[in-house]
T-cell receptor
Framework: AQRVTQPEKLLSVFKGAPVELKCNYS??????LFWYVQYSRQRLQLLLRHISRESIKGFTADLNKGETSFHLKKPFAQEEDSAMYYCALRSGSEKLVFGKGTKLTVNP | NAGVTQTPKFQVLKTGQSMTLQCAQDMNHEYMSWYRQDPGMGLRLIHY???????DQGEVPNGYNVSRSTTEDFPLRLLSAAPSQTSVYFCASRLDSSTEAFFGQGTRLTVV
């Protein structure tokens, strides 16, 4: 069965420090992975997807099929990065399965 | 474009009451889904639809019904509300299986 695991519920870093939000998945097929972000009192929005291999707001994520991971990284965290981050897996053709989320707090 | 619109934004129900959460999108998306968001549980899929007239169950469908009579609308019905259904509900739509999901603003439901 498909599953997305985000092991950290909470992550706190200082401004300017590197940040890594972990995501591991289990899926027997060829995965398509996403990171969504939810800023305070706002709707979820797509941050990035592994297919596009782009960097959004300084964030990057690399799909590691050997480790079944899709960790989200940013070299220098900013206070405005404080938000809830969800890793998601497209399962088959219809379902989008989410992890439980990691709340990132960037302290000044 | 309005995107994905959910109504109401807030609702308080008594146990046993019924109600419908509305979701509409104006992007001509085929795929629509309902999720509930609970602390420590992330987003869990309730029901989804891959097109008008087609619906299927997600991870936590019990207590909820859906229908998809038009491409634009995907209402979620609670037939007899229970306190366990207190949650924030999000509707999402996608053009097709390979594109990003767009989310509504959410409906915060409290069942007392």
């Amino acid at each position: 069965a498909q599953r997305v695991t985000q092991p950290e519920k909470l992550l706190s870093v200082f401004k300017g420090a590197p940040v890594e939000l972990k995501c591991n998945y289990s899926y027997s097929g060829s995965p398509e992975l996403f990171w969504y972000v939810q800023y305070s009192r706002q709707r979820l929005q797509l941050l990035l997807r592994h297919i596009s291999r782009e960097s959004i707001k300084g964030f990057t994520a690399d799909l590691n099929k050997g480790e079944t991971s899709f960790h989200l990284k940013k070299p220098f965290a900013q206070e405005e990065d404080s938000a809830m981050y969800y890793c998601a897996l497209r399962s088959g053709s219809e379902k989008l399965v989410f992890g439980k989320g990691t709340k990132l707090t960037v302290n000044p | 474009n309005a995107g994905v619109t959910q109504t109401p934004k807030f609702q308080v129900l008594k146990t046993g009451q019924s109600m419908t959460l509305q979701c509409a999108q104006d992007m001509n998306h085929e795929y629509m889904s309902w999720y509930r968001q609970d602390p420590g549980m992330g987003l869990r899929l309730i029901h989804y639809s891959v097109g008008a007239g087609i619906t299927d169950q997600g991870e936590v469908p019990n207590g909820y019904n859906v229908s998809r009579s038009t491409t634009e609308d995907f209402p979620l019905r609670l037939l007899s509300a229970a306190p366990s259904q207190t949650s924030v509900y999000f509707c999402a739509s996608r053009l097709d299986s390979s594109t990003e999901a767009f989310f509504g603003q959410g409906t915060r439901l409290t069942v007392v």
